[in-house]
């Protein structure tokens, strides 16, 4: 993975690369580039493979348990990570390798975009994966209190498994040659598939109130009050707690992104970045600074210091993207685009394209980015202090210990203990839902396209 990502970067800090993160053709890359990327995608196979015995030897060795729960959402990860990467490794290798070394004279531009989409949402699952990990597992505990239910954990994770592939047509609703019935059905799919998360944001709330009525909450919604927003002493609880109510809106409004109409109004515009900043940008994000702050500090014995500043990080993180996405949404609702210099053409007085009312929207994306930086310039305060302090002399002999939480409802049901039916189910549903849509592109008279670069309206090379 190593190798591979040296590689894609070097090329990108080469400039041979500029295909933004989707690497869309007809944009075209130098070929180590590719290469580099088939080289991490196969790397990245190597860890779930490694893990597979030591599953096997645990359950041999405790017939009858439960595997624990955050060894389910792992597994469940790597497993959607497995399906979702064989066929953009098969894009890579197949189509953009033989044709970025001059050896195919184009791409078949609609089948790429289908095979990066098939593999760019579970994409998306496999960041927030881990992070439920965490809520599920973590949250409850940090809160004071107990996981409310253990089913509606596993369920979720077996859930994303089934769902997570079989959607990604809708990032092309807009795309030519994929006919509007199955858009409209991996539509519907994209809708179903919020159940999981509807489910994990009713679970963690009653595990949330459980934690609170224990601290002395009580009332309808005043028990809300009783949580440890900002105890310096619990500094990680407010990290997954802020994630959670920025995700609340990254969730509603990647409802209004699959449903099939209204995403013709936002799609492509600044609301979309407003969207992945509340998902990705929000509960993901936060997850990852507050876990290796929890792991860095835990496991090298030291102590973590500043740690009011360590509470402050994560709710001026969050003021910083619900800022900076409120400016991004209101400008994508009137029309402001994604992926444009702005400030070239669209905020500039002098250019006949000017749009005087983009300017409240865009300079609202500036504040919030700039709150965004500062809080985490004060995170690395925090790291770089605890870091450089001296070891824990009271935790030098106790072993390392994640903060898991018990469970208040310990349900035994065995429809969500196995893998092996969600998979086969997994694997048939993608069957189902892009053998049409793949063999109508295929059936397609597409013409190849030759290469671009970004600074060009000429093909770099013509069809031959
Ligand atoms: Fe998305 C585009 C639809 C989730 C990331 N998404 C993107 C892109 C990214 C991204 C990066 O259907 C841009 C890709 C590009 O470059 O073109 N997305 C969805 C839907 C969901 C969703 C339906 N997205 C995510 C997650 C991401 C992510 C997660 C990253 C990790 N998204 C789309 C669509 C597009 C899209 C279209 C294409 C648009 C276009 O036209 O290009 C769902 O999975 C969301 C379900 C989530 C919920 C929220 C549950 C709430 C919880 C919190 C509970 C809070 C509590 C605390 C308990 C329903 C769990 C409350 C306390 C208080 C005090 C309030």
Redesign the pocket.
């Known amino acids: 993975m190593l190798l591979g990502a040296v590689m894609a970067a070097a090329m990108i800090y080469a400039g041979q690369a500029t295909v933004l993160y989707?690497f869309y053709p007809p944009l075209k890359a130098h070929p180590v580039f590719y290469l580099g990327l088939a080289i991490f995608i196969v790397g990245s196979w190597v860890a779930l493979f490694t893990w597979i015995p030591v599953y096997r030897r645990w359950r041999k060795n405790n017939p009858g348990k439960k595997t624990p729960l955050a060894v389910v959402g792992i597994f469940a990860t790597f497993i959607v990570w497995q399906i979702a990467t064989l066929p953009v490794a098969f894009e890579v290798l197949v189509l953009l390798v033989p044709w970025s070394l001059g050896w195919t004279p184009g791409v078949n531009v609609v089948l790429s975009r289908t095979l990066f989409w098939f593999f760019?949402h579970p994409l998306?699952?496999f960041?927030?994966m881990p992070i439920y990990v965490l809520y599920y597992t973590m949250l409850p505990r940090l809160a004071g209190g107990k996981l409310f239910s253990d089913f509606a954990g596993r369920f979720t994770f077996m859930s994303l498994i089934l769902l997570s592939c079989p959607l990604g047509l809708?990032?092309q609703?807009a795309d030519p040659g994929i006919s509007s019935t199955w858009k409209g059905i991996q539509g519907v799919l994209?809708l179903i598939?919020?159940i999981p998360?509807?489910l994990?944001?009713f679970t963690?709330?009653a595990s949330?109130e459980f934690a609170a009525r224990r601290r002395g909450g009580t009332g309808l919604f005043a028990w809300?009050r009783k949580l440890p927003y900002f105890e310096s002493e619990n500094w990680f609880f407010p990290y997954l707690f802020c994630g959670?109510?920025i995700?609340?809106f990254?969730?509603i409004t990647?409802?209004v992104?699959?449903s099939y109409n209204m995403?013709n109004v936002?799609?492509?515009t600044a609301w979309?970045p407003a969207?992945?900043h509340l998902?990705?940008g929000g509960p993901?994000f936060l997850g990852i600074l507050g876990m290796s702050l929890y792991l860095i500090a835990g496991l090298l014995k030291k102590p973590v210091l500043s740690r009011s500043l360590a509470v402050g990080v994560p709710y001026l993180w969050m003021g910083g993207t619900f800022i900076f996405s409120g400016g991004l949404f209101l400008g994508g609702l009137r029309g402001e685009p994604r992926r444009t210099n702005l400030g070239l053409t669209y905020l500039n007085p002098a250019s006949p394209s000017y749009r005087p009312d983009w300017w409240i929207s865009t300079h609202l994306g500036l504040l919030g980015g700039l709150i965004m930086g500062l809080a985490i310039l004060l995170y690395f305060v925090v790291l770089i202090r605890s870091l450089a302090g001296a070891k824990d002399a009271a935790s030098e002999h106790v072993p390392f210990s994640i903060p898991l939480s018990e469970t208040y409802h310990d349900e035994n049901i065995p429809a969500v203990q196995n893998f092996t039916p969600w998979v086969t189910a997994a694997v048939l549903l993608i069957v189902l839902a892009y053998y049409s849509p793949i063999s109508d592109i295929l059936k397609s008279k597409f013409k190849p396209a030759p290469g671009y670069k970004p600074d060009s309206p000429v093909a770099v090379e013509s069809v031959r």
Do not use: K
């Open positions: 989707t760019g998306v699952y960041w927030l809708h990032h609703f994209t598939i919020v998360s509807l994990t944001a963690l709330a949330l809300w959670l109510v995700f609340l990254g969730g990647g409802i992104n699959a995403n936002v799609h492509n979309i969207h992945f998902t990705v993901i």
